[in-house]
């Protein structure tokens, strides 16, 4: 695989904040939330095969995804909070893990760690006509390339993520996972997930579904502000966190 350089934007002051963006879209599918995250120092990228970022030779693989993102980060002068959802959250995992330098803490929403977590059914078939037409509008390498950059997201699926419980013990940064209560992620994976992190939290949008970032964009912001700057004691009886 050769490397890419990820078409970026950024904009605001504040702490450093990168949106990660879901598979088969770009970074306009972050626009909702990030409308309610001001006062951050905002980066969204389209990564490689996605939006205004040309496609790479060979597979795809998260591990790739994520170096690709850490050539954008490691211009910025501080750690940046990163906020990912869908294969986002999964290149975000992958960054703190490989580049831990980078990542200041990890938003990981409607996710899995591992490609067995996802509900059975959720990933197959054929995406909606009008993704291949968001591609086609802004994409270097035109409307005809979908098809290929779809198998190669269907490839990556069968066999990624692929990390283990003894990968998450090594994740050094504070997490908050964030799922709907109707989303695409098995329950037991989600505990698993939780119980594993060193510093993890877990959050659960009531309604929402897997399109919870352009459901409830208010109150996923809400929750990651929270995350980011509130009190985060562990409470009055606490029996996981307990030392």
Partial sequence: MTPSTCWTAESGTG??????????????????????????????????????????????????MADAVAEVLHRHP??????????????GLYLALRRPELVRS???GGAVFHHSGWRPGVLDGEPPEFMREAYGAVSPDGVQHW???????????????????ADLHGVS?????????????????????????????LAVLPRATHGAIVEKPALLAKLIREFHHGDRDDGVAPLRRRA
Avoid: C, N
């Avoid at 290929?148 to 419980?165: I, S």
């Avoid at 940064?173 to 993890?200: F, K, N, S, T």
């Fill in 106 to 108: 990890l938003v990981f």
């Fill in 147 to 165: 098809d290929d950059v779809v198998q190669k997201a269907r490839e990556l699926h069968l066999r990624e993520p692929d990390l283990t419980v």
């Fill in 78 to 91: 501080t750690r940046t909070h990163v906020v990912g959802w869908s294969d986002g959250a999964i290149v």
């Fill in 173 to 201: 940064i504070p997490v908050l996972i964030v799922v709907g209560d109707d989303d695409q992620v098995q329950w037991g994976h989600l505990i698993e997930m939780l119980e594993a992190l060193p510093d993890g939290e």
């Fill in 15 to 64: 702490e450093e904040l990168l949106l990660l963006h879901p598979g088969g879209t770009d970074s306009a599918a972050m626009r909702e939330l990030a409308e309610h995250l001001t006062g951050y120092h905002q980066v969204v990228l389209d990564r490689p095969g996605h939006g205004r970022s040309a496609d790479v030779d060979g597979d795809w693989s998260f591990a790739m």
